[in-house]
Structure formats: C-alpha cells, structure tokens
C-alpha cells in the first residue's frame, strides 16, 4: 500500500502515514525513527495513538545547530501561520503530558544525519503487525495531517513481509548501538537524559511570565545586538563598573 502526505479530494486517493497510524494501532509496540519532528505531531498521537503499550523514538539531533528560539518554535509546530500559533500552546502541554508517560521512550541521533524515516507496530496478534517506510517524517506536514509543499510518499507493508522482519531487527540494532544516545551532550560537557530534555525545551513555550520578565525581554530583543557589541568594549565596561553597587529603591 502506498501512503502520501495530500488530503483527499477522491476516494481513490492515497492513504496517508496518520490514517495508517490511527485506525490500526491498538495496544502494541510502535517503533519510530525520524530526523525532523514537531510537538504538534506529538500530540496528535496523543490523542489518536495513545492506546499503545510502549513508544520508541529514535529521533534526529536536540541540539541541531540553528539558533535555539527558531528550534523551540520549530518543535512546536511546521507551520508559523498566525492561526497556528493559537492552538501551540495546546498542543505543547498535550506533547509534555504525552511524553511524561513512563511507556515513551527517547532515544537521538545526536553526531550523525538521521535520514530515516519508519514506523513499525508490533502486536501480541501477529497478524495486526505492520510496518511504514518512506520519506515521511513525525511533523503534521509528513503525517499528512495539514496542507504542505512538499510531496511525500511511503510503502506499508503487512507483518508477514519479509522486509518487516529485516526492518524490526534493523531497528532493534539501531536502538543499541552507539548512534542513538538516550543522554544528550551539552556544550558545558554535562549530559541530560533526552527526553527530559525535550520536555524542557517544550515546556519553555507555554511558561507562564511576569511582566517583568516580558518586558526586560522585549528590551533584550531590542537591543540584544547592541549589548553584545559593547559587551567586549573594555573602557564601557569599566565606565559602568560603579553601576554593580548601585540600589534601586521603589
């Protein structure tokens, strides 16, 4: 069976990743690599998917080299479309809660280009096993769920395929193997457990703020490039040094 990313217009239409994932996993095992994801996605398993007994994710790199803001926004959602951003919050909490269960498990390719992209499901009734190839990642775009630009496609197979069983091993060596790391590296050399760390990064966007904390962040945002272009100036530094005793008294 093949399965696209383009919402019907016809009964003869492809099936899509999320219809697969949705109708016929029940409370199996799915498995999951994938290099690109968003929380949105997340929780549309929480909410259609959540039936089954252990999640495994192999995902791509937490600490991608693009700038943290874009990467907590990107997780969240694969659309910035102002009516989007109104039901992110929603969609984080829902992601949080779905990946605090103790039957979520997360694994990420951290060192090297994870490029691929799978879903298999393993039940105690073999013959409700299935497996999902292609080039489809764990965002709402990929899953079909939302209108998107790119064109994907994917191969379904039953668990009596010989290729499923190949794919189940591969998988099983992959979840092993030095490549998927359940602790994240950081910068400072401390390390994280990844899904803690995922949750942290998700958890950031519906914090609740003072506001002071919003409006000492609107400054920041302000004038970000010009504090860090005096930050290295050594006689505005010690112009301002005497500011350090300085007390404000409201």
């Known amino acids: 069976m093949l399965l696209d990313n383009k919402t019907k217009s016809n009964k003869s239409d492809y099936f899509k990743v999320f219809d697969l994932l949705s109708n016929y996993v029940e409370t199996g095992r799915i498995d999951i690599v994938t290099g690109y994801f968003s929380a949105s996605a997340i929780a549309k398993l929480s909410d259609e998917v959540n039936n089954a007994k252990l999640f495994r994710m192999i995902l791509g790199d937490l600490l991608q080299t693009e700038a943290k803001d874009d990467k907590i ?13 109104f039901f992110l919050s929603v969609s984080a909490k829902k992601a949080v809660e779905f990946l605090n269960q103790e039957k979520v498990r997360i694994k990420t390719i951290q060192r090297n280009f994870c490029h691929a992209k799978t879903y298999i499901y393993k039940d105690k009734d073999p013959r409700k096993n299935f497996q999902i190839i292609g080039s489809s990642n764990l965002t709402e775009a990929g899953l079909g769920l939302k209108e998107s630009a790119n064109i994907e496609l994917n191969r379904a197979e039953t668990g009596d395929s010989p290729d499923y069983h190949e794919l189940t091993e591969w998988f099983q060596e992959l979840w092993k193997s030095k490549f998927a ?33 919003l409006y000492y962040k609107v400054l920041y945002e302000l004038f970000k490039e010009d504090l860090l272009s005096i930050s290295f100036d050594k006689e505005f530094i010690k112009e301002i040094s005497h500011l350090k005793d300085t007390i404000i008294y409201i």
């Not at 790391?181 to 609740?208: G, R, S, V």
Request: hydrophobic share 35%; with cysteine.
């Open 181 to 213: 790391l359940d602790k994240i590296e950081l910068a400072d050399k401390t390390k994280i457990d990844c899904k803690e760390y995922l949750i942290n990064l998700i958890q950031n966007f519906y914090k609740e703020y003072s506001p002071g904390d």
């Open 73 to 85: 926004i990107n997780l969240l959602s694969d659309s910035l479309a102002v009516d989007q951003t």
